[in-house]
């Protein structure tokens, strides 16, 4: 079966860690190794929206592009997401390059459109492959992000990753830790 290689957009402006924590160890199960960028969170382009935790996750998937985008949505779905209009957003997962694509494939616009004015996006994705080329510009990412102009701060995050199941489920649930439990990350 064919790989390919995928870079995910990732952002969550409700229970942030929970959310971002969750899709991760979820998008482990089909790409694989998942390298991540640092968390970063930066205010909504929408101002009435609460700030965003945003990364770049990226590796290698034996899905296609409809089955990984089907994937997707049901990710967030399972987060609570519903459409695209909610003022927050528990989870939002974009794929912003899917091999060397470019244009409109399976109804996807690729590469993703914001990589090239969204700091959040862009700043992430060259982190974690400075060197890679935009399918469309044959320009880096590094080079794409010195030639960006200076927009809105982003903030790192020092971010727990890694929680465990049990602690997130319960956080989820809102659901006091019983007193007699105790709680041992291994």
Same mark, same amino acid.
């Given at each position: 079966?064919?790989? =390919? ?49 945003? #990364? ?6 034996? #899905? ?33 390059? !899917?091999?060397? #694509?470019? +244009?409109? =494939?399976? +109804?996807?616009?690729?590469? $993703? ?11 992430? #994705? ?14 880096? !990412? ?8 200076? +927009? ?21 649930? $809102? ?12």
């Amino acid at each position: 079966m064919p790989t =390919h290689h995928v870079y995910l957009g990732l952002g969550s402006n409700v229970e942030r860690e929970i959310h971002i924590d969750m899709a991760l160890t979820m998008l482990e199960e089909h790409i694989a190794p998942l390298r991540r960028s640092p968390v970063y969170e930066s205010a909504s382009i929408d101002p009435r929206q609460s700030p965003f935790y945003n #990364l770049v996750a990226g590796g290698r998937t034996d #899905l296609s592009l409809a089955e990984l985008s089907a994937w997707i949505k049901d990710i967030e779905l399972l987060h609570g997401r519903t459409d695209s209009t909610q003022r927050f957003i528990p989870l939002d997962i974009d794929i912003l390059l !899917f091999d060397n #694509l470019s +244009g409109l =494939h399976e +109804g996807i616009e690729l590469p $993703r459109a914001e990589i090239l004015n969204r700091a959040f996006v862009l700043y992430p #994705l060259q982190q974690l492959a400075p060197n890679l080329k935009h399918p469309s510009l044959g320009t880096s !990412f590094a080079e794409l992000w010195r030639q960006l102009q200076p +927009g809105p701060p982003l903030s790192t995050v020092r971010y727990p990753f890694g929680v465990s199941s049990f602690h997130l489920a319960v956080q989820a649930a $809102r659901l006091p830790l019983p007193s007699d439990h105790q709680l041992a990350v291994i």
